[in-house]
């Protein structure tokens, strides 16, 4: 950050719309660890948790059983394992959100991936949400942000290290989930899943090719975009955040130029003053981008790595999605702010967005399977770098690391390893069928790596989330909510081409989907076009649930639900006013289609699964339970997410929060 | 670009007669036009608008 410039941060703050809004957090870190320590006597332990998100306890045995995770294997001779269950739904952000809270999403308030306004009728990802600025000041054709617009973290309720900051302990959480942006206080954080890009996505890829007869335009969550070569010289533009500065919100943007070697594959980029020079086939590491938004005075920081994918006859260079440069980061990536400064000087630069894994590449065609191992297992080798460099500096308190290699390569090519899945590949490379025994025993290095920094006062946990289940067939539940009176139309031969609820006539509708496993009462009072009396809510809600149990696949004639819950009695707690009325729970091999999250009908209601997000978790939680060890005796029988909070708590001699309702997984019950 | 009338509460015309030269508009019309347009922009292009949601799931890879 140049010293004669405006502060770039102070205005970048100031503006909610730049990028994926940039929170006006004020957090603590000049009285870091400035409090007077107070006397305990458990102030001494260490607690390491290490959070791999999809583990799944069936693979984890299969790979154990293969002798391919010896140091797993030599854990659960001397200590304690149990699956855990996880949350209905189980869904990562509602999963994470009760391990962090220790409780049920009533109280935390995160119940879907996809929350609704019922006012306004408009969807939001429920664990944050961005404010724009109330007041601003035209200059020109520029518009300044006079009064701060901010993004605030939905997840309510408490959470784990909150009494541990009390009491001095230090607390370390390493791409924690649901904790977008990070929560102020002592603890040191770096954000994690909920973390965009630096267009407000949750990760927007370029690719840059010349082939005329490639599908151009934006994919949602990738753009693909023609280039012409004059001379074998291209001239590339590629788009950064819309420019909140300016009036008219145009898109800031950096022109980047390529040549390329006529007789060789071989490219040369340059870009902002730098040359790369890459081979077809070559990753380059983090490349700083900056996007100017004012002249002179404001621009923001964002970094990309350029893959060649093809040289000649067509050249074909992906660009990565534009992550947040933690070295300059632009929206609240950690706490204390400076800190995804001082982790990338001593790490380098490293992946800031949520979900690192290209998976739409994958499921658009944009990577085969073994580009995109490639790119997943970079993203591990990163995510392993800064594990060392943590746990090698970890001393005391409370270590909590999270690992997304092995939930997003199981969604992705855990076909690859089941004959029986509809999409494998019996002539896929070895290292392709293997992916995911590769990514549990990176697991398995971890595991020892932690267990050698362990004393008599430590106590280590590993959990995931949820584990897996193959997605084979999609369930299109809004057009079955049509066709059992549920949702009404006001055209029955229009309402397939429905973008998003666009036929729906509301007055007649007792019930919509929204989200990945709700329904929603479209009850008077409380919806934007509420017809249902609330003394018929019950009856509605009971009548949904009777029907869908008996929803049946008429390929396989099995049943598609194992079951549906009425969300006021499976729920309890200050937030279960927002909660949706019905949770659905899948049965294996089935969940919601893609086209039913949104408002789309499609004519079919039961179809085969063809992405290649082909496994899923969002079903029932006890068709996708997580696994749970730990070092010390695990005394409850069916251990939960919730329960890990008092859990942890109590290592450090603290009670559980009054709004916990989990228990200490150490206590008989 | 054609133009249509619309009807306004008098004291919404007289705040926005006040205030658009201070909010460095050249115009009432443009003032309130602008204003609209922004609150347009939140529902079809804002950071939470339909758009922005799917893309965000589209990125997750939940949706395709």
Redesign the interface.
């Known amino acids: 950050m140049s010293d004669n410039k405006i502060n770039r941060r102070e205005f970048l703050t100031r503006s909610?719309?730049a990028a994926?809004?940039l929170a006006a957090a004020s957090h603590l870190g000049n009285t870091l660890f400035a409090a007077p320590m107070i006397k305990n006597s458990k102030i001494d332990e260490k607690v390491f948790i290490l959070g791999i998100d999809g583990m799944d306890p069936g693979l984890l045995h299969h790979f154990i059983q293969k002798g391919m995770l010896p140091n797993f294997k030599k854990f659960l001779r001397n200590n304690s394992y149990s699956p855990l269950r996880t949350t209905l739904p189980p869904q990562s952000p509602v999963a994470w959100a009760s391990f962090i809270s220790g409780a049920n999403p009533g109280v935390h308030g995160i119940y879907d991936?996809?929350h609704r306004d019922p006012a306004q009728f408009?969807?939001?990802?429920s664990t944050s949400?961005?404010y724009?600025p109330e007041k601003?000041?035209?200059?020109g054709s520029w518009s300044i942000p006079l009064k701060s617009g901010k993004v605030e973290l939905l997840r309510k309720g408490p959470t784990f290290w909150s009494e541990l900051e009390k009491h001095d302990i230090p607390v370390l959480l390493y791409k924690l989930p649901a904790n977008f942006p990070v929560t102020e206080g002592k603890a040191k954080q770096i954000s994690g899943l909920g973390t965009?890009?630096l267009l407000?996505?949750?990760?927007?890829f370029t690719l840059f090719t010349e082939n005329k007869n490639e599908n151009l335009g934006n994919?949602?969550?990738g753009r693909i975009v023609q280039v012409q070569s004059y001379d074998h010289k291209f001239q590339c533009t590629l788009e950064g955040p819309?420019n909140p500065l300016n009036?008219k919100?145009e898109t800031s943007h950096t022109i980047f130029k390529i040549s390329r070697d006529p007789w060789n594959d071989t490219i040369k980029i340059d870009i902002q003053g730098k040359e790369l020079i890459l081979k077809k086939g070559e990753w380059t590491k983090w490349i700083p981008v900056e996007f100017t938004l004012l002249p002179v005075f404001a621009s923001v920081h964002g970094m990309v790595r350029f893959y060649v994918q093809k040289v000649h006859p067509f050249l074909r260079l992906y660009v990565s999605?534009i992550n947040v440069d933690p070295l300059h980061p632009d929206s609240p990536l950690s706490n204390p702010d400076d800190y995804s400064q001082k982790i990338s000087k001593k790490i380098d630069r490293f992946y800031t967005q949520?979900?690192p894994e290209d998976?739409?590449a994958l499921?658009?065609g944009i990577f085969s399977d073994e580009e995109f191992l490639v790119q997943s297992k970079s993203v591990l080798n990163e995510r392993l770098q800064a594990f060392d460099y943590q746990l090698n500096h970890f001393n005391k308190g409370l270590f909590f690391f999270y690992f997304s290699s092995v939930d997003?390569n199981s969604?992705m090519l855990l076909r690859t390893m089941n004959p029986s899945h509809p999409l494998y590949d019996p002539n896929a490379p070895p290292q392709v069928k293997n992916a995911i025994a590769y990514f549990y025993q990176a697991m398995d290095t971890v595991l020892a790596q932690t267990v050698s920094k362990m004393d008599n006062r430590s106590t280590l946990f590993v959990l995931s989330d949820h584990g897996f289940s193959p997605f084979t067939r999609e369930f299109n539940i809004s057009t079955w909510m049509v066709e059992n009176g549920f949702t009404a139309v006001t055209d029955k031969n229009q309402y397939h081409k429905s973008i998003?609820y666009d036929y729906v006539d509301w007055k007649k509708t007792k019930a919509y989907v929204m989200g990945?496993n709700s329904i929603y009462i479209n009850l008077y009072g409380r919806e934007m076009h509420g017809s249902v009396l609330p003394d018929e809510r019950d009856r509605i809600v009971a009548e949904i649930i009777h029907k869908l149990k008996e929803v049946r696949d008429p390929k396989t004639g099995k049943k598609v639900l194992v079951g549906a819950y009425d969300a006021q009695k499976i729920y309890s707690g200050p937030q279960l006013k927002i909660a949706p009325d019905v949770i659905i729970g899948y049965d294996q091999g089935y969940r919601i289609s893609?086209?039913s999250?949104?408002g789309q009908f499609p004519h079919e209601i039961i179809g085969d699964r063809t992405?290649k997000?082909s496994s899923d978790h969002?079903m029932h939680p006890n068709i996708v339970p997580g696994v749970l060890l730990c070092s010390r005796e695990i005394k409850k029988q069916s251990p939960a997410l919730w329960d890990l909070a008092p859990s942890i708590l109590e290592r450090f001699g603290f009670s559980a929060h009054p709004l916990m309702d989990g228990k200490s997984i150490f206590k008989k019950m | 670009m054609a133009v249509k009338k619309i009807k306004i509460q008098k004291e919404l015309l007289d705040k926005a007669n006040k205030y658009y030269q201070t909010a460095g508009y050249s115009s009432v019309e443009e003032f309130i036009s602008h204003i609209l347009e922004k609150e347009f922009n939140k529902i079809e292009d804002g950071d939470d608008s339909l758009d922005a949601v799917k893309k965000r799931l589209q990125g997750l890879g939940y949706i395709s």
């Open positions: 909610a719309k994926a809004g991936f996809v408009l969807p939001f990802l949400r961005t724009s601003n000041i035209n200059l965009p890009d407000g996505t949750y990760g927007t994919l949602g969550g819309s009036k919100e999605p949520g979900f998976t739409k499921s658009y997003q969604h998003f990945l893609d086209y999250v949104l992405d997000w969002c």
